[in-house]
């Protein structure tokens, strides 16, 4: 715990390999209130994961976490796309997991499903990834609108507006270092 509180504590945790740091998550805790009466967005919801066609990430990606998603996809040109991902295994065998936790599995999907040039030409990792959420996560499917931006000095931004059935529930941002 970085940060306590009665209402808001700041939270993190370090994965290390080799006694060295790589891996590190930071997180709010808030205190829930009913909002209910007040809720809502400006946002347009994205269109349902059954109107969208199945795609392969494969063609595009190799690896075995790939391979574990089920995508339908919207694709509109390069860098922009929605689509909808669900994971095709559970989490952790025979323990239940939150939506949350299952939905989180699927934040850095953002970066690789809208590509704005072929990864064999162009690298464009992401060194992080920024979750903002309004809503908690309902079902097993999770919606991106996603937009990737190259800028002209190596710099790169995808942008990704998060969506359950319900509709949109949060926002996540990735700063990319763009290598021809």
């Not at 740091?21 to 809502?40: E, K, S, Y």
């Not at 595009?60 to 509109?76: A, M």
């Not at 990792?125 to 079902?139: I, S, V």
């Not at 931006?149 to 710099?155: C, D, M, V, W």
Request: charged letters at 20%; aromatic letters at 6%.
């Amino acid at each position: 715990m970085l940060r306590g509180g009665r209402t808001i504590e700041l939270v993190e945790a370090t994965l290390r390999h080799d006694d060295r740091p790589a891996l590190r998550v930071r997180a709010w805790l808030m205190r829930p209130n009913d909002t209910a009466a007040i809720a809502g967005t400006p946002i347009t919801a994205i269109a349902p994961p059954e109107s969208m066609p199945a795609w392969d990430p494969g063609t595009v990606w190799p690896g075995g976490f790939i391979k574990s998603v089920e995508i339908r996809r919207h694709n509109q040109g390069p860098g922009r796309a929605t689509y909808w991902a669900r994971a095709k295994h559970a989490l952790l065998d025979d323990e239940p997991v939150s939506p949350l936790a299952r939905a989180a599995t699927l934040f850095d999907l953002s970066n690789g499903m809208a590509v704005r040039a072929d990864p064999k030409d162009v690298a464009f990792p992401n060194l992080d990834l920024t979750a903002h959420l309004f809503g908690m996560p309902e079902g097993e499917w999770l919606g991106f609108d996603t937009s990737v931006s190259f800028g002209r000095q190596g710099l790169g931004l995808t942008s990704t507006v998060l969506h359950d059935a319900r509709g949109p529930i949060g926002m996540l941002g990735q700063a990319l270092t763009v290598r021809p």
